[in-house]
């Protein structure tokens, strides 16, 4: 079987065996293979061809989202009944993203090679974490892959679900104060100025609002590159610090919990994550220590990491889940009451699952909470800073009687 860096993809022509015209793409390791396939499928091609590149094109990315979605297909079509290695052709065949094709085919000759499908997921970290790697190997190891592949891609989709709500809560308010600033120091560095010149020749004082924004303006033209330089740096000394100082680290994520509105909805998040991971892990047949270690992976925050970590220390020494999570004092009373109960019934992914649809379900009310109330404040920050500088400019316009 060739690598994935031999596999080419060709385009062709030609008509089927009822005489109809056919055209599509096809992949093979050369020319002649790629013939030999469209002989097999009773196709006499007419023209058939190596696929152009754009010149200027770039490949997307492997995306979280793309290794969900690889993995509901992965589970359909096993859950069909299609072979393993064939599930694996379907499904790069109907990717769009040429660099999740080559990872699918690599990952299908591997298995093929006669690798496990577990070992073959080890060889890429990037796109598949220690969790999703032990999850495939208990489904292996059980018989039962294509169950696992689907509480795995249930798992993977719920995730990247809450991922995207917390973007949507995210993403607009700092896109809109980023263009605000930008608009404000364009202002600034191009209008402000014209209106200096203006203001030279009146011949009496200005106001001290104009003459601190006239100021300022001075201070924008003067130092722009400077300040370009300080945020960058800023932004770069901030996510090493976070990544290399776990004391910073928790203080960050510490303070993100504390933000009004914003808090709430990281808080639910964690808890959600938390319930889900738990509960995807322990119903695969995972041991609950073994599971909370990969919670604690996929916590997202570092002081819920370390939280998970001591309640795992508990439970080692015999301690009930549900009272681990109370000796932390971090977790809601909900989750609590849930864990105690799946305890008690046995059934303590259910009682997980259900908390974690609850939880994620508090995220989306809260998103949309978040965005009706960001709105108003937004339009009275812009109008802050555009109609400051407005009023600024205009105010010795106005007071331009009292010389005359």
Not at 99 to 125: C, Q, T, W
Request: glycine fraction near 8%; include cysteine; proline fraction near 3%.
């Amino acid at each position: 079987m060739a690598t994935t860096a031999d596999t080419l993809m060709f385009t062709f022509k030609g008509k089927n065996r009822k005489g109809e015209k056919v055209e599509g793409e096809l992949r093979s390791d050369n020319l002649a293979g790629a013939k030999s396939q469209l002989r097999k499928q009773g196709i006499i091609s007419a023209s058939i061809k190596k696929k152009a590149k754009p010149m200027f094109s770039r490949d997307k990315k492997i995306v979280p989202a793309d290794i969900a979605v690889f993995t509901r297909q992965l589970a359909t079509m096993m859950k069909t009944g299609v072979p393993l290695v064939q599930s694996f052709e379907i499904v790069a065949d109907g990717s769009d993203k040429p660099l999740m094709r080559d990872l699918i085919y690599e990952i299908r000759d591997n298995v093929s090679a006669g690798g496990g499908f577990a070992a073959a997921l080890r060889k890429h970290p990037r796109q598949f974490d220690d969790l999703f790697c032990s999850l495939v190997e208990s489904g292996e190891t059980a018989g039962a892959l294509e169950t696992m592949l689907d509480r795995v891609a249930t798992y993977k989709e719920k995730t990247e679900q809450l991922k995207a709500k917390i973007k949507k809560a995210l993403t607009y308010p700092v896109a809109v104060m980023v263009v605000a600033l930008v608009v404000t120091a364009i202002l600034l560095i191009k209008v402000v100025p014209i209106f200096a010149e203006t203001f030279s020749g009146f011949g009496a004082d200005l106001p001290a609002y104009t003459l601190f924004v006239l100021g300022l303006s001075d201070a924008m033209r003067e130092s722009w590159v400077f300040l370009l330089f300080c945020i960058g740096a800023g932004l770069i000394a901030f996510r090493e610090a976070r990544f290399r100082s776990e004391k910073f680290a928790c203080a960050v994520d510490g303070a993100m919990l504390k933000v009004p509105i914003v808090g709430l909805i990281v808080y639910n998040s964690i808890i959600a994550r938390f319930a889900r991971t738990l509960s995807t892990t322990f119903s695969a047949g995972v041991p609950i220590v073994d599971a909370l270690e990969s919670v604690a992976g996929a916590a997202g925050n570092r002081l819920y990491a370390d939280a998970i970590m001591k309640i795992r220390e508990e439970v080692m020494t015999g301690i009930q889940l549900q009272q681990a999570i109370k000796n932390r004092n971090m977790f809601p009373t909900l989750l609590q009451q849930m864990a105690a109960i799946g305890e008690e019934s046995g059934a303590l992914d259910e009682m997980l699952e259900k908390a974690a649809s609850h939880y994620e379900e508090a995220v989306d009310n809260s998103v949309d909470n978040l965005t009706s109330l960001l709105e108003p404040m937004i339009m009275s920050v812009l109008g802050v800073l555009v109609g400051g500088l407005l009023i600024a400019m205009y105010l010795p316009i106005f007071q331009l009687g009292n010389v005359v």
